[in-house]
């Protein structure tokens, strides 16, 4: 140990750059496995803001180490390593586990004195966050039930009507009486559709009767099969009747799309410069979740048919729906 802290020895690939003093600048004492610095890969160029500036908004530490260079020995690797990285918006990345490790290029008061502050983010965040930054885009996530959309199967159309009835049974105020009591016909309506969708079909509204069409359903990956699903679109009510495995009728479902949809899709699929990386989280499960989705961006305008396994996020019931944990995958994904 130097009298500035872990002497290290730094490497890329195969090559031995040099040496440098490892000095811990918090608290849990951090130190790279067998005081060696691995160096996996160079990060993208920043084209926007300065990676210093990218790494103190995402990572969840401040500065993990400092790594500096108290040899009066020449290093010409490291220190073209430093300029590099400095005069370029880059960084060099280090994986232990499931982190990854940024050497940030510091301005070094003695020009062959190489000196790095090293951040810890999650595996892949950095160049996702990176990729957007460059883009000057966003990433928006949405929810599915109850945000976009209000799906129901013939038991939740029961249970709600149930419940309702029990409202509607204990309320005494006229006017919320009435209200519920609107809510109530309108899932009885549905209920009534639905059924005849899943017995028959086809469904009745209005006098007009419709019948089922089969739409096929692009296969997101080369391992999925081609699914032929039968539907029934209500364009005038904004209702859509789908089933989710199409050899079992009681995976019937009825869904309404949020009126205001179109309006926010057509926003984001506007010509012009893209503004924003779609992605979606639900607890609902896979094929419920793709399937409505497909709904929702039936030409794959959002997410296109590639990306579509790594965007669209199912959590576990009782987990929380955390951007960092659930979404970091995907957001590799996109630079892959």
């Not at 019948?211 to 080369?222: A, L, N």
């Not at 039968?230 to 859509?240: C, D, M």
Request: charged share 25%; aromatic share 8%; hydrophobic share 40%.
């Amino acid at each position: 140990m130097s009298r500035l802290g872990f002497k290290s020895v730094v490497y890329h690939g195969d090559s031995c750059l040099g040496e440098l003093d490892t000095i811990p600048a918090t608290d849990d004492n951090f130190q790279f496995p067998n005081d060696e610095i691995h160096i996996h890969r160079i990060a993208p160029q920043s084209e926007r803001c300065p990676p210093l500036s990218v790494l103190q908004t995402i990572s969840s530490y401040s500065v993990r180490c400092k790594l500096e260079s108290s040899s009066p020995a020449d290093q010409p690797n490291l220190i073209n390593l430093h300029a590099s990285c400095f005069h370029e918006y880059k960084t060099a990345v280090v994986v232990i586990g499931d982190e990854e490790i940024h050497l940030v290029a510091m301005p070094s008061k003695q020009k062959k004195f190489p000196c790095f502050w090293c951040f810890s983010v999650p595996l892949g965040l950095y160049d996702s966050c990176l990729g957007l930054l460059n883009m000057r885009c966003l990433a928006i996530v949405f929810d599915l039930d109850e945000t976009l959309i209000v799906a129901n199967t013939m038991k939740s159309f029961e249970d709600r009507i149930e419940a309702l009835k029990a409202w509607i049974a204990r309320e005494t105020d006229p006017m919320r009486m009435s209200g519920m009591s609107t809510e109530l016909k309108r899932y009885i309506d549905d209920r009534s559709l639905l059924k005849q969708f899943t017995e028959n079909d086809f469904v009745v509204d209005n006098g007009k009767t419709f019948k089922v069409q089969m739409e096929e359903v692009p296969p997101p990956s080369d391992t999925h099969e081609r699914v032929f699903r039968p539907v029934i679109r209500l364009q005038e009510r904004n209702i859509v009747l789908t089933r989710i495995n199409p050899e079992i009728r009681d995976t019937s479902v009825l869904v309404r799309l949020r009126l205001a949809w179109e309006d926010l899709r057509s926003y984001l699929t506007a010509k012009g410069r893209k503004r924003f990386e779609v992605y979606v989280c639900t607890m609902a499960e896979r094929d419920y979740a793709l399937e409505m989705w497909r709904l929702l961006d039936p030409e794959a305008h959002l997410i296109g048919l590639k990306q579509l396994l790594d965007r669209v996020i199912c959590v576990k019931a009782g987990k929380d729906l955390t951007i960092v944990e659930d979404f970091n995958f995907a957001l590799y994904s996109r630079q892959s």
